[in-house]
């Protein structure tokens, strides 16, 4: 089975292809001009030039696969064009990549955007499967836990914006490329959608704690009111002025973000690991590139 792969070079693109290949498919892997390909070294790897944006040139790099399997952000609005594509090269199986943050209560742009384009997906007439991850982390590529590890590491002291009492759910990358490969093995999963996340819901408070248990440092968590400093980011990203975290982040991490993953156990017999597990694989990874 030849699978094509769209966001292959991305943080969890590399890690989905390559557990692909391990497991015995065939990948076509799009890739764009300024695309790093250096994390993707397997010859039997096939590339093919293109952009999600263009249904035309999307179906004819499709010509020839089995199986659409799209990590491509669906939060751009290329949702019809990777659907109009796929069908025109004949594929019928086709996985797709959204996120739980289209649960979100606050008014984010991309949540309207994803959810049209979840609902495209489930009036395409391809045999789908929706994965809806929690937050992704797992290696220096991640945005979330890579960037607070580094932080963990040169300072004691941990700024909280909020109680820390909200619930989150990270879920390690490796165990998304798994629930990937999962589906593809079970035709439970055709024309259904899956919320996956890490094995436990802990609460911020815990994540920093878990972190700085694994790395044997002794840190102090100093909360900020949320209101606070939602208030003064506002106020910096109206004026233009460039700053590291977002008004939008600090609210939705005072969101409780944990899920159930119940249905995914059930019918591809999903198994995450733990955020402790994850930490220390990650933890492990940053030793190795410090070494």
Same mark, same amino acid.
């Given at each position: 089975?030849?699978?094509?792969?769209?966001?292959? #070079?991305?943080?969890?693109? /590399?890690?989905?292809?390559?557990?692909?290949?391990? *497991?015995?498919?065939?990948?076509?892997?799009?890739?764009?001009?300024?695309?790093?390909? /250096?994390?993707?070294?397997?010859?039997?790897?096939?590339?093919?030039?293109?952009?999600?944006?263009?249904?035309?040139?999307?179906?004819?790099?499709?010509?020839? #696969?089995?199986?659409?399997?799209?990590?491509?952000?669906?939060?751009?609005?290329?949702?019809?064009?990777?659907?109009?594509?796929?069908?025109?090269?004949?594929?019928?199986?086709?996985? $797709?990549?959204?996120?739980?943050?289209?649960?979100?209560?606050?008014?984010?742009?991309?949540?309207?955007?994803?959810?049209?384009?979840?609902?495209?997906?489930?009036? /395409?007439?391809?045999?789908?499967?929706?994965?809806?991850?929690?937050?992704?982390?797992?290696?220096?590529?991640?945005?979330?836990?890579?960037?607070?590890?580094?932080?963990?590491?040169? /300072?004691?002291?941990?700024?909280? $914006?909020?109680?820390?009492?909200?619930?989150?759910?990270?879920?390690?990358?490796?165990?998304?490329?798994?629930?990937?490969?999962?589906?593809?093995?079970?035709?439970? #999963?055709?024309?259904?959608?899956?919320?996956?996340?890490?094995?436990?819901?802990?609460?911020?408070?815990?994540?920093?704690?878990?972190?700085?248990?694994?790395?044997?440092?002794?840190?102090? =968590?100093?909360?900020?009111?949320?209101?606070?400093?939602?208030?003064?980011? =506002?106020?910096?990203?109206?004026?233009?002025?460039?700053?590291?975290?977002?008004?939008?982040?600090?609210?939705?991490?005072?969101?409780?973000?944990?899920?159930?993953?119940?249905?995914?156990?059930?019918?591809? *017999?999903?198994?995450?690991?733990? $955020?402790?597990?994850?930490?220390?694989?990650?933890?492990?990874?940053?030793?190795?590139?410090?070494?």
């Amino acid at each position: 089975m030849k699978v094509f792969i769209t966001g292959a #070079t991305g943080f969890t693109g /590399s890690r989905v292809v390559l557990l692909l290949l391990k *497991n015995g498919y065939e990948v076509r892997c799009l890739y764009r001009e300024r695309s790093d390909r /250096s994390l993707l070294s397997p010859p039997e790897i096939e590339w093919t030039l293109g952009d999600v944006s263009n249904a035309g040139e999307l179906s004819s790099s499709m010509q020839g #696969t089995d199986v659409l399997v799209n990590i491509a952000s669906l939060g751009f609005g290329h949702a019809d064009s990777i659907i109009s594509a796929a069908k025109n090269a004949g594929i019928k199986r086709a996985v $797709f990549i959204s996120s739980t943050a289209i649960f979100t209560q606050l008014n984010a742009g991309s949540k309207k955007v994803r959810l049209a384009a979840e609902a495209a997906i489930q009036s /395409s007439g391809l045999d789908y499967t929706i994965l809806r991850p929690t937050m992704i982390y797992g290696s220096p590529r991640d945005r979330n836990m890579w960037r607070l590890i580094r932080f963990m590491r040169y /300072s004691p002291i941990i700024p909280i $914006f909020g109680d820390g009492k909200y619930l989150q759910q990270p879920i390690y990358v490796d165990d998304v490329a798994q629930a990937i490969v999962g589906c593809l093995v079970s035709e439970k #999963t055709i024309r259904k959608s899956y919320n996956i996340a890490g094995a436990h819901e802990l609460t911020y408070n815990q994540v920093i704690e878990t972190i700085a248990l694994a790395m044997n440092k002794r840190i102090w =968590k100093v909360h900020f009111p949320s209101a606070l400093i939602v208030g003064m980011l =506002k106020f910096f990203e109206r004026i233009r002025i460039p700053f590291p975290v977002k008004a939008e982040q600090v609210l939705r991490l005072n969101e409780n973000k944990d899920i159930s993953y119940t249905e995914a156990q059930n019918d591809f *017999n999903y198994q995450p690991r733990s $955020f402790a597990e994850g930490i220390a694989f990650e933890l492990q990874q940053m030793r190795m590139i410090s070494a």
